[in-house]
């Protein structure tokens, strides 16, 4: 579903971010990246998404190579992925279900399949109550399912992940990892990018580690890491 080959990226002025990675991450799988600050995992991320392209090297997404599609294409890769950032990135002024709702009449969805599918998917998330808050009216944890039912309701191939619990407390955050264990159990593959050790090891899911851009691990069932 997602595969790098031999992949190395550097930004202008600055060290090489991702240097010969090669991963192969098969349809339903759940992975987290993880590895220290300025490791690599956004700049990972950000290539699935063609945010930012390759120097060197092949990604290729759900069977098409990124980097060579042309610019008119993209959008249609970026349908295939939902994505979830540390800090919710919800649109301030339009209600929980504006915000989801969005997502589909982005990309043409008829009114009627909006009107059907952002109530169940919020009910998914734990916020059929919530329809018409404000993002700034719920916590962090409901922010976060927000963007994850944001992220989710065009049924994506895949979740991408950056730090979605980085703002969040113990309890809130393990509600969260219950509600991306669900979606990736619907067949989701879930790329998740993140410093929260107690999570990797409770979920002992595939672990990639990146150590200056280097991937230093790749491990079946994994925990956090040595010294961790
Ligand atoms: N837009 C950019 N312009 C220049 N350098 C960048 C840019 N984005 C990232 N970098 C650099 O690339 C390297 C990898 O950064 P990246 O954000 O991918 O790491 P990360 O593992 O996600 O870090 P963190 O855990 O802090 O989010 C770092 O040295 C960073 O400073």
Same mark, same amino acid.
């Given at each position: 579903m997602i595969r790098l080959e031999h992949v190395t990226k550097a930004y202008k002025g600055?060290?090489?971010?991702?240097?010969?990675v090669s991963v192969d991450i098969q349809k339903g799988e759940f992975v987290f990246l993880v590895g220290p600050s300025g490791s690599g995992k956004s700049t990972f991320l950000r290539l699935v998404t063609k945010e930012e392209v390759a120097d060197g090297g092949q990604v290729w997404v759900a069977g098409k190579e990124? %980097?060579? !599609?042309s610019p008119f294409k993209v959008p249609y890769l970026r349908r295939n992925i939902g994505c979830v950032f540390q800090d919710f990135r919800l649109l301030p002024t339009k209600t929980v279900y504006e915000n989801v709702a969005f997502a589909l009449e982005v990309i043409g969805r008829p009114r009627q399949v909006v009107k059907t599918q952002v109530p169940q998917i919020l009910d998914l998330v734990g916020l059929g109550k919530k329809l018409r808050s404000l993002p700034g009216e719920l916590s962090g944890g409901e922010q976060q399912r927000v963007a994850i039912a944001r992220a989710f309701v065009n049924r994506p191939l895949i979740l991408l992940a950056d730090e979605?619990? %980085?703002? !969040?407390d113990p309890s809130t955050t393990a509600g969260i990892m219950r509600l991306l264990d669900r979606i990736n159990k619907t067949g989701t593959t879930v790329v998740m990018a993140t410093h929260d050790n107690t999570i990797v090891d409770s979920m002992r899911r595939r672990v990639i580690e990146l150590d200056r851009g280097t991937v230093i691990r790749d491990q079946e069932r994994g925990i956090y890491g040595v010294g961790a």
């Open positions: 600055t060290t090489v971010a991702l240097r010969d990124v %980097g060579s !599609l979605p619990t %980085g703002n !969040l």
